[in-house]
C-alpha cells in the first residue's frame, strides 16, 4: 500500500512562491499535482513520468509551476511561483500507473494541502 503525504502549503500574497512537496511511502508510478476550489470539479496540474524524463503541466499553470520528482527521497516537489489568487485551492498528489491528466487513473491520492494566495 502507497501513502502519499503532502507538505508546503500556506498562504502567500499574489506574486509570491511555494513549493509543495509529496512524500512516498513505497512504490512510486507516475505522479500527478491536482487542485480543487471550493464549488469546483478537482483540476489537473502537472504530472511527471516514474524516471522524470516526461512531465506535463495544465496551460493554466504553464511557465509558472515546476514538476520534479526525487527517487532516492521519494518525493515529488510543485514549485509555484507567480502565483495568482486563482491558483487559491487544496492541491492533492497522486500516484497511478499511466502519465495522464485524468484523476480516476491515479490509484493513491494524498489528504491535500490547503493553498491560499491573497490579492
Known amino acids: 500500500q502507497v501513502q502519499l503525504v503532502e507538505s508546503g502549503g500556506g498562504l502567500v500574497q499574489a506574486g509570491g512562491s511555494l513549493r509543495l512537496s509529496c512524500a512516498a511511502s513505497?512504490?512510486?508510478?507516475?505522479m500527478g499535482w491536482f487542485r480543487q476550489a471550493p464549488g469546483k470539479l478537482r483540476e489537473f496540474v502537472a504530472a511527471i513520468s516514474w524516471s522524470g524524463s516526461s512531465t506535463y503541466r495544465s496551460d493554466s499553470v504553464k511557465g509558472r509551476f515546476t514538476i520534479s520528482r526525487d527517487n532516492v527521497k521519494n518525493t515529488v516537489y510543485l514549485q509555484m511561483n507567480s502565483l495568482k489568487p486563482e491558483d487559491t485551492a487544496v492541491y492533492y498528489c497522486a500516484g497511478g500507473p499511466l502519465l495522464n491528466t485524468i484523476p480516476s487513473t491515479y490509484n493513491y491520492w494524498g489528504q491535500g494541502t490547503q493553498v491560499t494566495v491573497s490579492s
Open positions: 513505497g512504490r512510486t508510478f507516475s
